[in-house]
Every structure is written in C-alpha cells, then in structure tokens.
C-alpha cells in the first residue's frame, strides 16, 4: 500500500515562502513520477508542478513559473515543493501524487494521493 503524506502547509504573509514535503512509503519512490496539485476553495482541483523519477523531467503551471520550485530526494522517499513569492491566489490545499511512467499535468494519470495540506497566504 503506498502511502503519501505532505506537510509544511501553514499561514504566510503574501511574499513569503513555504516548503512543502510530501513523504512516500509502502512502494519504490524512485520509479514514481511526482506531482503537486492544488484546489482552492469553490474552485477545481489544478496542477501545480511534477517531476519525473530522475529528475531529468521537470513542467510547472504558467502561475507558479519562477516563484514554486520541484525537487525531489530519492533516498529520503521525499518530494519537495519551495513556495516563494507567494500570493493571495496561492491559497489552497495542496496534494502531492504519485504514479510510474512519464510526467503528467492530468491528475487522472496519478494513482496514488495525499491527504493535503493547507496553505493559505494572507495579506
């Protein structure tokens, strides 16, 4: 059974940073594809970031492009996402997912899902 669980979700003023973790058990992280997805209140889960096994592969949103870094640590079973730069519309829960293959920016492709965490960005 994989597992995963995402922590480092908080309260921060617009134009801090958060880092996110997400921590993998129960399978071999390091043939999974990573993705982080989000969903703000009243509106539809959507992508954020995912990067492929070796890293080798990485794709952002449009909307977090320079400020949200992906990373990934192969021996710790865990998946990063460094927030900078946030904004008011950053708020949301944010999910990390997993799946073997390619990249994907489609949530369907993923198998395996957090439980969330919120991050919510004040003014």
């Known amino acids: 059974q994989v597992q995963l669980v995402e922590s480092g979700g908080g309260l921060v003023q617009a134009g801090g940073s958060l880092r996110l973790s997400c921590a993998v058990s129960?399978?071999?992280?390091?043939?999974?594809?990573m993705g982080w997805f989000r969903q703000a209140p009243g509106k539809e889960r959507e992508f954020v970031a995912c990067?492929?096994?070796?890293?080798?592969?990485?794709s952002y949103a449009d909307s977090v492009k320079g400020r949200f870094t992906i990373s990934r640590d192969n021996a710790k079973n865990t998946v990063y996402l460094q927030m900078n730069s946030l904004k008011l519309e950053d708020t949301a829960v944010y999910y990390c997912?997993?799946?073997?293959?390619?990249?994907?920016?489609?949530?369907?492709?993923?198998?395996?899902w957090g439980q969330g965490t919120q991050v919510t960005v004040s003014s």
């Open positions: 129960g399978g071999t992280f390091s043939t999974y594809v």
């Open positions: 997912a997993a799946d073997r293959g390619w990249p994907s920016r489609n949530q369907n492709y993923y198998d395996y």
């Open positions: 990067i492929s096994w070796s890293s080798g592969s990485i």
